[in-house]
């Protein structure tokens, strides 16, 4: 299993800003299309942000203006820039892989997840 390790969730102040990574590590993932995913008690996974190996992106319409999605070729680094952070932005925050070559929302494509990462927005 090639492992994908989420960092950088934590608490901050509506309004706020907070920048997660996800380490992929392994050479399988340079061909990869990488998403963060986040899901609350009681709701099912949902998509927030793909991009692709060549940096073709998705977001969820929810974020769209406050979040950033990119990724770094070089250590094959996966990055979600947050700001303008809301109460219903707080969820566990899940980093993903799959070989397709679209910035998909399917669920069921994503192969490879990470243990995700805590983020809480306090309003």
């Known amino acids: 299993q090639v492992p994908l390790v989420e960092s950088g969730g934590g608490l901050v102040q509506a309004g706020g800003s907070l920048r997660l990574s996800c380490a992929a590590s392994g050479r399988i993932f340079s061909g990869y299309s990488l998403a963060w995913f986040r899901q609350t008690p009681g709701k099912e996974r949902e998509l927030v942000a793909a991009?692709?190996?060549?940096?073709?992106?998705n977001y969820a319409d929810s974020v769209k203006g406050r979040f950033t999605v990119s990724r770094d070729k070089a250590d094959n680094t996966l990055y979600l820039q947050m700001s303008s952070l809301q109460a219903e932005d707080t969820a566990v925050y899940y980093c993903?892989?799959?070989?397709?070559?679209?910035?998909?929302?399917?669920?069921?494509?994503?192969?490879?997840w990470g243990q995700g990462t805590q983020v809480t927005v306090s309003s």
């Open positions: 993903a892989g799959t070989p397709a070559s679209i910035p998909t929302s399917r669920r069921e494509l994503y192969r490879y």
């Open positions: 991009i692709t190996s060549g940096g073709r992106t």
